[in-house]
């Protein structure tokens, strides 16, 4: 997606081999407009699979998530990261490991959202060793309903959840991948988006 390297480009730091900011317009402060846009993406890519829901992770995923699901026409469905007095009872749990933070964490769903009858289209902001698409997978995996496949927004394609996922069978889109952040620069893989 031309439009997101664009923006990573103009508007993203490399602060280090592995880590990319872009709080200009994902995952602090949001670009809208561009959201817009990527929910677009999601849905003519996906838009074939039946998706009946969109499974996300708090907090920067919601975004790109909720774009997605207006353009299907579906409920978005937020795994929470952090313990909710209204949300205690009924609760399907995950553990997901960040890197960028250094800790774990249990992510819940209260199951009554997910059915064994659901196709979930799986939405996130990042992609880089696949922790979260794995606990968000597992979410699922709980609920006995079909995975129609996994949207990122950026994947760092130099770390290994990308190909860990595909090889595990799923379908993941990515609207930007980067092949490096090596020196403060960012680079993109060439060829077309997977």
Do not use: C, W
């Not at 009924?90 to 490991?97: E, K, P, Q, R």
């Not at 800790?103 to 209260?110: F, G, L, P, V, Y």
Request: charged residues 25%.
């Amino acid at each position: 997606m031309e439009l997101l390297k664009q923006k990573i480009l103009d508007e993203g730091t490399a602060l280090s081999d592995t880590v990319l900011k872009v709080d200009h317009f994902l995952n602090h402060q949001i670009d809208p407009s561009l959201m817009k846009e990527i929910g677009t993406a999601f849905k003519e890519y996906f838009d074939d699979r039946g998706i009946t829901k969109i499974l996300t992770l708090e907090s920067s995923g919601i975004a790109p998530a909720v774009m997605t699901g207006l353009e299907l026409g579906v409920p978005v469905i937020f795994a929470r990261k952090r313990q909710s007095l209204t949300l205690n009872e009924g609760l399907l749990t995950a553990d997901v490991f960040s890197y960028t933070k250094n800790e774990s964490n249990t992510i819940a769903i209260a199951e009554k959202f997910i059915s064994p009858e659901d196709e979930v289209l799986i939405i996130d902001d990042f992609l880089a060793n696949g922790e979260a698409a794995k606990g968000l997978l597992e979410l699922v995996e709980q609920t006995e309903a079909s995975v129609a496949g996994i949207g990122i927004v950026i994947e760092k394609a130099f770390q290994e959840g990308g190909e860990v996922l595909r090889t595990a069978g799923y379908d993941v889109h990515s609207l930007a991948r980067i092949a490096s952040l090596a020196e403060g620069e960012i680079t993109f893989m060439s060829g077309v988006e997977v």
